[in-house]
């Protein structure tokens, strides 16, 4: 077997490409066995090939020709694409709705009975089994159409903008699904994320209205959203405004139990309010380009960007992705463990799988509660045959220990996907021959955000695969890894990963700021779209991703922007200056360290770090609570006043620095930032 060493290093903005190297060397392929292959959509590399050489040298008829296959239009489109960089409209002229084909497509056919959604509660803290529901399609069906006509009896109109804070749990689906039937633009915060993230989302977005739960489940104890939500609704920016006043409407499902405030006027309960309305809610016609969501994240400077995605493009991109990197059939119970407040769940959770007609499994709580064993626990239990998980689960179980999966029956499962970063060959391995049992497939799926579906991916009974590898683009995407010119660089080099040509489920803009979305996606380089990653191609043509190459990290598969969590630090009272960088972790991927200077007369105690910790927590959500504060007299500047990062990075990993220090203003400052421990 090849020796593998995995030592990936980026660099920053200014210094990439040249200094993004990947000493990643990794020699071990996995062919599809015959026997998946035979039953696969794409059933060959050669028919991958053909398939994908056509729709990148005629991406509108391709484009075109599934469109039309694949969704259900009210009105056909005329034209494919209207391309006016970096503003692209797709299937212009047609009408459409998401929960119509999501739903109302699937009724009078088989499917109608169907489980669209098996969902799984977290247990109970007395060792009692979770809550299990399923809903048909056709019951999933009635549900969206009794709470879309809720949205409109409460004021929601065509486009007006609805925060979605709730658990995992079928409303969540059926929340999203209710605001795609009226032409509502909903924007679902990750049930992680603090009063001060909701208030600033809602300003951002000008929702009229927040669905929420009185709490969650998570891990045992009871989060309190409804509670999240009424303190964000009083939080006031510097001037005394409030962030809020958008908000008409608070709805509230009961999940937990717990009390809650209900304010009279503003409040109303999910299940009082489906007792007025009955189940039939024609779905609105929406034009192609209608907005669909907006989903927030990180950026690498300032605030997060709403990332703004619109109907048939997103709509065609989750649905024709997970029919073939998935490779649904219909027998197949199809397991997606990400929460729906990431793009991941959006769109392989409710709108890639329900298109689809597939059966999607939803878990509410965590893989350890209340034993390691709860993801196997559950493939067992419902015969899960389709697994998309993320690289920091992987590496969390195998850090578990086998004893957990080994106790259960996973012969169910055919095949196995990742999704969040990049997967570490050991960690690909594990996966591979544990949980696979050796048998199954996996595919490494590479995307964002942004790009709404899956971009770089094998086809699960066509492509080869090599661990750590997300391999080749999926039909229609054009990458390419180039130089600070824009020039595609040699194979074996590293550079930035760009799109070459747009994509139906690209993101449209960023909410409100279109000069923000030209400048961080469309100017680096010039005419084609920027990921934000560094990148490496093999001899074989296969992308090896080697992380961001921006100041975003990438925290157990969840993007965080260094410049929020120093925002962050800095609204603490004592802190002067904050500078927060990343540095390898073996279970995260990366984790958050922050050099924080104090104000005159404050004092660097063991407390304090505690403190400030909780507080990045309190400020923007539990995921982007710093792994390590140190406290510095000074932080290492140019003399032009910039804090170098680069050499932050050095010491927060624990190397020798390196590079040019000459810029440095104060070379003592080094030295004592090395010796803080
Ligand atoms: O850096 C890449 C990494 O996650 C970033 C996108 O994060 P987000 O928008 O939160 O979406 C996550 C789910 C799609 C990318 O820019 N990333 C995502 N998938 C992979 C990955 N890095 C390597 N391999 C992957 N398969």
Redesign the pocket.
């Known amino acids: 077997m090849a020796r593998v060493s995995n030592n990936m290093s980026t660099e920053t903005k200014s210094a990439a490409p040249k200094n993004i190297t990947s000493y990643l060397q990794e020699h071990r392929v996995f062919k599809p066995s015959k026997e998946f292959s035979a039953q696969a959509h794409v059933k060959s590399f050669a028919h991958y090939k053909k398939l994908w050489n056509e729709s990148v040298k005629h991406p509108e008829r391709f484009w075109g020709r599934t469109a039309k296959q694949e969704l259900v239009w009210f009105k056909p489109f005329g034209k494919v694409l209207q391309w006016r960089e970096p503003f692209a409209k797709w299937f212009v002229g047609g009408k459409l709705n998401v929960s119509a084909n999501c739903l109302d497509r699937w009724l009078g056919t088989p499917t109608a009975n169907k489980a669209a959604l098996i969902w799984e509660g977290e247990p109970a803290t007395d060792g009692k089994p979770g809550e299990e529901r399923v809903l048909t399609y056709r019951q999933l069906h009635r549900e969206v159409c009794r709470f879309a006509n809720v949205l409109k009896r409460n004021g929601i109109r065509k486009g007006d903008r609805v925060i979605i804070y709730l658990p995992m749990v079928p409303e969540a689906a059926i929340a999203m699904l209710a605001c795609t039937r009226i032409g509502a633009v909903h924007s679902v915060i990750f049930g992680g994320f603090s009063a001060q993230s909701v208030a600033d989302r809602i300003q951002d977005s000008g929702a009229k209205m927040v669905i929420t739960a009185d709490g969650g489940y998570r891990r045992g104890a009871v989060v309190p959203l409804k509670k999240n939500v009424d303190d964000a609704l009083l939080i006031k920016d510097a001037n005394g405004h409030s962030l809020t006043k958008t908000i008409e409407k608070v709805v509230v499902l009961r999940r937990c139990g717990n009390e809650v405030h209900i304010a009279e006027g503003r409040d109303v309960w999910w299940h009082r309010e489906l007792e007025y309305v009955d189940a039939n809610c024609p779905a609105e016609k929406m034009d192609s380009e209608a907005n669909l969501f907006i989903l927030y994240?990180?950026g690498s400077t300032g605030k997060p960007k709403g990332?703004l995605h619109t109907t048939a493009g997103y709509l065609l991109g989750a649905k024709l992705t997970s029919k073939y990197v998935f490779d649904l059939r219909d027998d197949d119970v199809y397991w997606c463990t990400?929460d729906v407040g990431?793009?991941?769940g959006h769109s392989y959770i409710v709108y890639g799988p329900l298109a689809n007609g597939a059966t999607a499994l939803m878990y509410e709580g965590a893989p350890n509660w209340p034993e390691p064993d709860r993801f196997w626990r559950i493939i067992e239990k419902y015969g899960v045959t389709i697994l998309y998980t993320a690289?920091t689960a992987i590496r969390a179980f195998m850090k578990w220990g086998d004893q957990w999966p080994k106790k259960h029956n996973l012969a169910s499962l055919r095949l196995l996907g990742?999704?969040?970063?990049?997967?570490n060959p050991e960690a690909w391995m594990w996966y591979h021959r544990v949980i696979g049992g050796g048998r199954c497939p996996i595919v490494?799926?590479?995307?964002?955000?942004?790009?709404g579906s899956?971009m770089?991916?094998p086809l699960p009974g066509a492509t080869p695969t090599k661990p750590g590898t997300?391999t080749l683009p999926f039909f229609g995407i054009h990458p390419e890894v180039v130089d600070d010119q824009g020039n595609a660089v040699p194979k074996g080099s590293g550079g930035k990963l760009v799109v070459r040509q747009p994509w139906p489920s690209m993101l449209r803009g960023l909410w409100g700021d279109p000069q923000r979305y030209k400048e961080v996606y469309w100017s680096e380089v010039k005419g084609s779209y920027f990921?934000?990653?560094g990148c490496r191609q093999d001899e074989d043509g296969y992308f090896w991703?080697v992380?961001?190459i921006d100041d975003?990290l990438?925290v157990a598969?969840?993007?965080i922007g260094t410049s929020e969590v120093e925002s962050a630090l800095v609204s603490h009272p004592s802190v002067a200056e904050a500078a927060v960088v990343g540095r390898p972790d073996e279970l995260k991927g990366q984790a958050l360290v922050c050099f924080v200077t104090l104000k005159t007369g404050q004092h660097a105690t063991p407390e304090l770090k505690v403190e400030l910790r909780n507080h990045v927590g309190k400020e923007i959500g539990p995921v982007a609570k710093p792994d390590d504060v140190r406290f510095a007299e000074m932080l290492p500047k140019t003399r032009s006043g910039k804090i170098m990062r680069r050499l932050l990075k050095q010491i927060a990993s624990g190397v020798e620095i390196k590079g040019d220090t000459t810029t440095l203003e104060d070379f003592s400052v080094l030295a004592k930032l090395a010796s803080d421990e």
């Open positions: 994240t990180s990332i990400a990431w793009v991941t690289p990742t999704v969040g970063e990049p997967i490494d799926t590479w995307w964002q955000t942004e790009t899956i770089i991916t997300a990921t934000g990653d991703i992380g961001r975003v990438n598969g969840h993007r």
